[in-house]
């Protein structure tokens, strides 16, 4: 985007990053649409919103017919950014995660990020111009125990947007995959875990690394000392990288999630070290 002021539309506008990031865009100028499920909730949780001339639009990413919804959408407002933030966490053993779950998860972190984003291309092409920003997680790179459902939705999603952002940068699209690490949100609170386990794991992942993830992740009433993400500075770190010239796709978000990407660096180069005699034996003579 130019330094012009533009249209916003951010999905899961309601609470969290979300709310942060809507409220620095209207901050900073630009026109915002809001995307809740729920407008009577949202006025109410977020009342700034209307108050500062954002526009509420009640719409599920998550169900099928989204992309529908915001084809219509896109028709009727010239969007500049597209924000795909609405997402939830599921977090379980791989075994005790049953096929619906994962689905579910793959529905509102994978699906409907992707409808949005197939919805708003046909009017960024023909503009000739437009940002879409993915906000993903750490999950997104590296997936810990526990976590597999979560890390699988957001790895899919990112490879899109990896090969999306080489597919439109000549049409002067831009992609950004912002990936924070733990930030102070309601997130937590809505934390799913299996639901055929009372507590969140079964008999076999008792004591182990599930049981600590489960455990330290699901129903937290009051936000952990480790959760150092201020949603606040994210929101101004993603609405001043519309303005840069953003060399880069990917931007971790937070120190933790920045020595998690480190690991993660440091892992894939162990393990292609390793492999590297075996992977090179086996081109044709
Ligand atoms: N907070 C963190 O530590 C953290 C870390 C890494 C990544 N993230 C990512 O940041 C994004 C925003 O999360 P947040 O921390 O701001 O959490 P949040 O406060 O719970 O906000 C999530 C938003 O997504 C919408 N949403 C939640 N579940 C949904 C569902 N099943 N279907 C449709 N919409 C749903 C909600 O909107 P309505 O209820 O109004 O529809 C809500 O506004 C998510 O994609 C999350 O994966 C967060």
């Given at each position: 985007?130019?330094?012009?002021?533009?249209?916003?539309?951010?999905?899961?506008?309601?609470?969290?990053?979300?709310?942060?990031?809507?409220?620095?865009?209207?901050?900073s100028?630009?026109?915002?649409?809001?995307?809740?499920?729920?407008?009577?909730?949202?006025?109410?949780?977020?009342?700034?919103?209307?108050?500062?001339?954002?526009?509420?639009?009640?719409?599920?990413?998550?169900?099928?017919?989204?992309?529908?919804?915001?084809?219509?959408?896109?028709?009727?407002?010239?969007v500049?950014?597209?924000v795909?933030?609405?997402?939830?966490?599921?977090?379980?053993?791989?075994?005790?995660?049953s096929?619906?779950?994962?689905?579910?998860?793959?529905?509102i972190?994978?699906?409907?990020?992707?409808?949005?984003?197939?919805?708003?291309?046909?009017?960024?092409r023909?503009k000739?111009?437009?940002?879409?920003?993915?906000?993903?997680?750490?999950?997104?790179?590296?997936?810990?125990?526990?976590?597999?459902?979560?890390?699988a939705?957001?790895?899919?999603?990112?490879?899109?947007?990896?090969?999306?952002?080489?597919?439109?940068?000549?049409?002067?699209?831009?992609?950004?995959?912002?990936?924070?690490?733990?930030f102070?949100?309601p997130?937590?609170?809505?934390?799913?875990?299996?639901?055929?386990?009372?507590?969140?794991?079964?008999?076999?992942?008792?004591?182990?690394?599930?049981?600590?993830?489960?455990?330290?992740?699901?129903?937290?009433?009051?936000?952990?000392?480790y959760?150092?993400?201020?949603?606040?500075?994210?929101?101004?770190?993603?609405?001043?990288a519309?303005?840069?010239?953003?060399?880069?796709?990917?931007?971790?978000?937070?120190?933790?999630?920045?020595?998690?990407?480190?690991?993660?660096?440091g892992?894939?180069?162990?393990?292609?070290?390793?492999?590297?005699?075996?992977?090179?034996?086996?081109?044709?003579?």
């Open positions: 985007m130019s330094n012009d002021k533009g249209t916003w539309l951010i999905t899961g506008a309601s609470s969290g990053l979300g709310k942060s990031i809507s409220l620095e865009a209207l901050r100028g630009h026109k915002v649409i809001g995307t809740t499920r729920d407008i009577p909730n949202a006025e109410a949780t977020h009342a700034e919103f209307s108050a500062k001339g954002g526009i509420w639009l009640e719409l599920d990413p998550s169900n099928k017919d989204a992309y529908d919804h915001f084809s219509k959408c896109f028709q009727k407002y010239s500049d950014v597209l795909n933030n609405a997402g939830y966490a599921f977090i379980g053993a791989v075994e005790d995660t096929e619906e779950e994962l689905r579910d998860q793959m529905e972190n994978f699906y409907g990020p992707l409808r949005t984003v197939r919805a708003c291309l046909p009017f960024m023909a000739g111009s437009g940002h879409i920003i993915l906000i993903s997680s750490g999950a997104g790179f590296i997936a810990r125990p526990g976590r597999g459902a979560y890390s939705s957001k790895f899919a999603i990112e490879a899109i947007h990896e090969s999306l952002a080489q597919e439109v940068t000549n049409f002067g699209i831009k992609v950004l995959i912002v990936e924070p690490g733990a102070r949100t997130f937590s609170s809505r934390i799913i875990t299996p639901k055929q386990f009372e507590a969140g794991f079964s008999e076999g992942y008792k004591g182990t690394l599930v049981e600590n993830m489960v455990t330290g992740s699901r129903g937290l009433k009051t936000i952990p000392d959760f150092r993400g201020d949603p606040d500075k994210a929101a101004r770190e993603i609405v001043k519309t303005t840069s010239e953003q060399k880069y796709l990917r931007m971790p978000l937070g120190s933790d999630c920045v020595a998690a990407l480190e690991l993660k660096l892992i894939l180069q162990a393990d292609l070290e390793a492999t590297r005699p075996m992977a090179t034996a086996t081109d044709i003579d």
